[in-house]
């Protein structure tokens, strides 16, 4: 009997002992991503996984697909791993579940030390995911956007570098040598990025093997999970977008038949048209759904497009009583820039002070008897008042609050009128008050520096006046956002004034229209796909 107990055991610690030298175990040592952008919006997506074999035997990783992508591709055939020591090997790609697939090396082959490249591709639509789409600028000039994040990954955490390229639709001249790309592009102004861009990555321009023009985004030791998001414009022109997908409408089906079948049937065709209409208004919400997280009002950490509406706004209604802060959201400063700048509002006036960075955490020093039109001073006080950490409730809290006093004033206000007149607002503060601030350094004036001088100088709080001495958006990148729990489109209590009819016609068809041309670039860096789990 003990016999058999110990040949059991002997059994189960060998299974054991298989089970862990089966599954091996590696970390990242660079990514490296390209995105070969077409003119309608589609791309070829290509990633070179670098792993580097910690434990057992490495056979591949789990890959979390992007969730705007719906219809994606693999090229299984094409894809790849190259080994250390010159062996290479095809891949077995295969669906898990949702979108998380399996990419391991096909035939149950395994690597046991070294590193072991991955080389995997898949086509996708960027237009129809929302991480492209048309924009104007502030000139009016016709843009087109690209906002998007590849992969984080969870074994990253000695990761040497994390690079991004671009190819775009542009074929470069030829008589432009490599060395004067950088130069024709800045000249001409061809691919304008974002500040943030600028400060967290190298930048390069390159001529691709078919002349087209190559953008480089390079990120030296980043973090585990590092979330490379990039954002920037190209001319329109470039693309050939088209637009997106609709329902049919509705009366066009019903156009070609005859007087005498629409005289004896016309009670039914009108209520079939209802029907159709309202259906297809439900799609297109459904489709804004799926393609941005966050939609209306909730302008995070993106620039975006400018918005176009004609139902249901007033042309040329102006709301002239938004906050400094409301103002902030509603000509599109990010969330992460408004918090910055509340947080260093607070610590120059001795209201908070800064324990650390990263972590961003402050020790509140004393408890300000805030005005009733100080509210969301108040919010983000008591949000750091229990443990010094700003987390993801509050932040949610937080934006909540604004969104919905910005929906109960501006719902029907002209977007343009309403972002026209708060930018001459801003401008004309600062010219009025840049008189009187003779240490102001003006190389460092820029938009969203101007719109912090007219909050924090026309706060009756702050009593340090801002000289443009300091950044006031230095916190930004400490601040994590996520945006799940945003609120979406309008609530019925928001609006009770209104008749009801109108506010759920105002609500179903202003969150389909407005999200599918606003909110679509939104959410990108906010879906970013965290993949590894190396087994």
């Given at each position: 009997?003990?016999?058999?107990?110990s040949?059991?055991?002997?059994?189960?610690?060998?299974?054991?002992?298989?089970v862990?030298?089966?599954?091996?175990?590696?970390?990242?040592?660079?990514?490296?991503?390209?995105?070969?952008?077409k003119?309608?919006?589609?791309?070829?997506?290509?990633?070179?996984?670098?792993?580097?074999?910690?434990s057992g035997?490495?056979?591949?990783?789990?890959?979390?697909?992007?969730?705007?992508?719906?219809?994606?591709s693999?090229?299984?055939?094409?894809?790849?791993?190259?080994a250390?020591?010159?062996?290479?090997?095809?891949?077995?790609?295969?669906?898990?579940?949702?979108k998380?697939?399996?990419i391991?090396l096909?035939?149950?082959?395994?690597?046991?030390?070294?590193?072991?490249?991955?080389?995997?591709f898949?086509?996708?639509?960027?237009?129809?995911?929302?991480?492209?789409?048309?924009?104007?600028?502030?000139?009016?000039?016709?843009?087109?956007?690209?906002?998007?994040?590849?992969?984080?990954w969870?074994?990253g955490?000695?990761?040497?570098h994390?690079?991004?390229?671009?190819?775009?639709?542009?074929?470069?001249?030829?008589?432009?040598?490599?060395?004067?790309?950088?130069?024709?592009v800045?000249?001409?102004d061809?691919?304008?990025?974002?500040?943030?861009?600028n400060?967290?990555y190298?930048?390069?321009?390159?001529?691709?093997?078919?002349?087209?023009?190559?953008?480089?985004?390079?990120?030296?030791?980043?973090?585990?999970r590092?979330h490379?998001r990039?954002?920037?414009?190209?001319?329109?022109e470039?693309?050939?977008?088209?637009?997106?997908?609709?329902?049919?409408?509705?009366?066009?089906?019903?156009?070609?038949?005859?007087n005498?079948f629409?005289?004896?049937?016309?009670?039914?065709?009108?209520?079939?048209?209802?029907?159709?209409?309202?259906?297809?208004?439900?799609?297109s919400?459904?489709r804004?759904?799926?393609?941005?997280?966050?939609?209306?009002?909730?302008?995070?950490?993106?620039?975006?497009?400018?918005?176009?509406?004609?139902?249901?706004?007033?042309?040329g209604?102006?709301?002239?009583?938004?906050?400094?802060?409301?103002?902030?959201?509603?000509?599109?400063?990010?969330l992460?820039?408004?918090?910055?700048?509340?947080?260093?509002?607070?610590?120059?006036?001795?209201?908070?002070?800064?324990?650390?960075?990263?972590?961003?955490?402050?020790?509140?020093?004393k408890?300000?008897?805030?005005?009733h039109?100080?509210?969301?001073?108040q919010?983000?006080?008591?949000?750091?008042?229990?443990?010094?950490?700003?987390?993801?409730?509050?932040?949610?809290?937080?934006?909540?609050?604004?969104?919905?006093?910005?929906?109960?004033?501006?719902?029907?206000?002209?977007?343009e009128?309403?972002?026209?007149?708060?930018?001459?607002?801003?401008?004309?503060?600062?010219?009025?008050?840049?008189?009187?601030?003779?240490?102001?350094?003006?190389?460092?004036?820029?938009?969203?520096?101007?719109?912090?001088?007219?909050?924090?100088?026309?706060?009756?709080?702050y009593r340090?006046t801002?000289?443009?001495?300091r950044?006031?958006?230095?916190?930004?990148?400490?601040?994590?956002?996520?945006?799940?729990?945003?609120?979406?489109?309008?609530?019925?209590?928001?609006?009770a004034?209104?008749?009801?009819?109108?506010?759920?016609?105002?609500?179903?068809?202003?969150?389909a229209?407005?999200?599918?041309?606003?909110?679509?670039?939104?959410?990108?860096?906010?879906?970013?796909?965290?993949?590894?789990?190396?087994?």
């Amino acid at each position: 009997m003990t016999s058999n107990i110990s040949k059991v055991i002997i059994l189960i610690l060998c299974l054991f002992y298989g089970v862990f030298c089966y599954g091996g175990r590696g970390t990242i040592n660079f990514v490296e991503t390209d995105v070969e952008l077409k003119e309608d919006g589609s791309a070829l997506i290509k990633y070179a996984v670098d792993w580097r074999v910690v434990s057992g035997e490495l056979h591949g990783f789990y890959f979390q697909m992007d969730e705007k992508f719906i219809y994606p591709s693999f090229l299984k055939d094409e894809s790849f791993a190259v080994a250390s020591d010159g062996g290479r090997f095809d891949l077995s790609i295969k669906k898990v579940r949702g979108k998380k697939w399996d990419i391991v090396l096909a035939d149950g082959q395994g690597v046991r030390r070294g590193n072991l490249t991955y080389f995997f591709f898949f086509t996708a639509n960027f237009y129809n995911a929302g991480y492209v789409d048309k924009t104007t600028d502030a000139d009016g000039r016709k843009l087109v956007v690209f906002n998007w994040s590849p992969a984080q990954w969870d074994e990253g955490h000695n990761q040497d570098h994390y690079t991004l390229r671009v190819m775009t639709p542009l074929v470069l001249p030829p008589d432009i040598e490599s060395e004067s790309i950088r130069e024709y592009v800045y000249e001409n102004d061809l691919v304008p990025t974002e500040k943030w861009v600028n400060e967290n990555y190298k930048i390069d321009y390159q001529r691709a093997d078919d002349d087209r023009l190559h953008l480089v985004f390079h990120k030296e030791n980043p973090e585990n999970r590092f979330h490379m998001r990039v954002q920037f414009y190209m001319p329109q022109e470039w693309f050939d977008l088209g637009e997106l997908p609709t329902a049919k409408s509705a009366f066009a089906v019903f156009s070609n038949m005859n007087n005498n079948f629409l005289y004896n049937f016309l009670p039914f065709l009108i209520l079939i048209a209802f029907y159709l209409f309202f259906r297809s208004k439900k799609k297109s919400l459904d489709r804004a759904f799926k393609q941005a997280e966050t939609i209306n009002w909730d302008t995070l950490d993106w620039t975006p497009p400018r918005i176009e509406l004609s139902s249901f706004h007033v042309p040329g209604k102006v709301c002239k009583d938004l906050t400094t802060l409301e103002a902030a959201f509603y000509i599109g400063l990010p969330l992460k820039r408004v918090v910055s700048a509340m947080i260093d509002s607070m610590l120059s006036e001795d209201i908070f002070e800064l324990v650390s960075s990263d972590p961003l955490r402050v020790s509140p020093q004393k408890i300000p008897k805030f005005t009733h039109a100080e509210e969301y001073e108040q919010l983000l006080y008591h949000c750091f008042a229990d443990d010094g950490l700003l987390d993801q409730k509050e932040l949610e809290d937080f934006m909540n609050r604004i969104v919905e006093n910005i929906k109960k004033k501006a719902w029907d206000a002209d977007i343009e009128a309403t972002t026209s007149y708060y930018h001459k607002k801003i401008n004309h503060y600062t010219a009025v008050h840049f008189k009187e601030n003779k240490q102001q350094n003006s190389a460092s004036k820029d938009k969203d520096e101007a719109w912090y001088f007219w909050y924090h100088n026309s706060n009756r709080r702050y009593r340090n006046t801002y000289y443009y001495n300091r950044n006031p958006y230095a916190y930004e990148r400490h601040i994590d956002v996520n945006v799940d729990h945003i609120n979406q489109g309008f609530s019925m209590d928001t609006l009770a004034n209104l008749n009801a009819c109108h506010d759920a016609c105002h609500n179903a068809c202003h969150n389909a229209c407005h999200s599918a041309c606003h909110s679509a670039c939104h959410s990108a860096c906010h879906s970013a796909c965290v993949s590894g789990g190396s087994h």
